[in-house]
C-alpha cells in the first residue's frame, strides 16, 4: 500500500478485535461480542470498539458532567478537600482497570461501567436517594434506586429521550455495580439479554432487596473496585474534618490492611489480583475480606449514621417534599415558564413525554440535579446552613 493512501480504519479496528483474542483471558468479554438493543451504523461501519465507544458516550453525557458537584459522603461542607462524587468514579475506574489488566480483562468495559455506575446519584448522596425515593413512593412510582436511575439516564433520558444506546454488558455492570453490600466473591451470571436486564431492573424497582449479580467478570471488578475506592478514602476525610481519630479504627483490620487510605487500597487491590487469577470469579481471601467487612461496619457506625455529619437532615428532606410538590404542579397545570419546562423538557422527545409519568418526569429530573442546582431552587427560609471546615 503507498503511504499516501488512507488507512482502511475497519481493518484497524480488526486487528485490535484480533488483539483482544491473542491477549485477554478466555474469560474476559470481548468488544466483538457486545449486545446493543438497536443497530448502530456508527459503530458497525466506524473504527472504535464497542466498549471503548460506550465509554466516550459516557464521557461526554451532560450527566456525567454533573458529577462534579455532587455530593460522596459530606455535603454543605466547606472544604476543598473532601471527595465528591466525581472524584470517587475515577478512583473507581483506575482501581478497576488495575485489577482488570492483572486479570487479562477488557478495561474498555471495566471503564465503561465504572464512569457510568453512579450517574444515578441524586442531590446529598445517600440522605438525598433515601429522601427522594420517599416521595416517589407517596406518589406511587416505586422507590428510588441510584443504580436504576444511572441506567435510565443513559439509557432513556440522554440526548433529549433518545439515550445513548450502550451496550448490554455496560448496562448490567451499572445496574448490578452496589458496592454497598459486602459480597466475599462474585461469579458472573453470564447468560443474559435485555430482556432478562429489563425483568431484573422491573424485579429491583418491585423489591429492592432482590440480588442482582453481573453478566461479566469486568462487572464484578468494577462492584468491587467501588468497595475499595470509598472505604479508606472515607476514613481519610473524615480525619480530616475532625470526625474520628485513626486510633479508632479496628485494630484487627488495621493489622491486616494498614490504617491510611493508601495501605488500604493497595493490600484490598493485591488480594483481589492473588484470589482471583485465572479463576472463574472475583474474590478477596476470607481473612481480608473479614477485615474489609469490619472497616465497613466501622465506617457506617462513626461516619456514615454519624449525627454530626447530618445537621440540617429535616431541612433538606424538607425541600425534597417542596421541590417534588412543586414541579409536580408545574406539570399539571401546564405551567410552561417553570424549570421543569424551560430547562429540562424543552426538547426532550415525544416517547420520553408520552411514556413518563408526571411523577416519574419529577423523580428524573430532581435526580439529574447537583447539590448546588438543587440547593438554589430552595425557598430562602429553609436553606440549611453549611459547615465550615470541621466538626
Known sequence: MDSSDPIDLQKAKQFLNEREERLLSPLAAHSKDAVRRFPDERIDTGHRQNYAADSDRILHSLAYTRYIDKTQVFYLVDNDHITHRVLHVQL?????????????????????????????????GHDGEAYLSEMCETHGIG?????????????????????????????????????EIHTQALCPEREKTFATFDREIANKVA???????????????????????????DIEDAIRLNLIKRSQLPKASVALLGDTNGTIVYNLVTDVIKNSFQRTAIAFGQEVSKALKEFREFNLNHIYLNPKIKPDTGKISRIF??????????????????????????????????????????????AGMTDEYFLRQCPHEIRP???????
Open 92 to 124: 473507581v475506574s483506575k482501581i478497576s482497570r488495575t485489577i482488570g489488566r492483572f486479570l487479562g480483562l477488557n478495561e474498555d468495559l471495566i471503564e465503561a461501567i465504572a464512569l457510568g455506575h453512579d450517574i444515578g446519584h441524586c442531590p446529598f
Open 143 to 179: 422507590p428510588f434506586r441510584h443504580n436504576i436511575q444511572s441506567v435510565r439516564f443513559l439509557d432513556k433520558i440522554e440526548r433529549k429521550g433518545r439515550g445513548w444506546n450502550l451496550t448490554l454488558q455496560v448496562l448490567d455492570g451499572i445496574l448490578c455495580h452496589d458496592g
Open 207 to 233: 423489591a429492592p432487596d432482590f440480588p442482582l449479580t453481573p453478566m461479566t467478570l469486568e462487572g464484578c471488578v468494577v462492584r468491587m473496585a467501588d468497595t475499595i475506592s470509598y472505604i479508606g478514602r
Open 321 to 366: 417534599q417542596v421541590l417534588f410538590e412543586r414541579y409536580l404542579k408545574d406539570l399539571k397545570e401546564g405551567n410552561e415558564p417553570s424549570i421543569i419546562f424551560t430547562e429540562y423538557l424543552d426538547g426532550m422527545s415525544d416517547e420520553y413525554r408520552h411514556r413518563t409519568s408526571s411523577a416519574e418526569i419529577v423523580r428524573d429530573f430532581i
Open 385 to 391: 446552613s453549611r459547615i465550615t471546615g470541621r466538626f
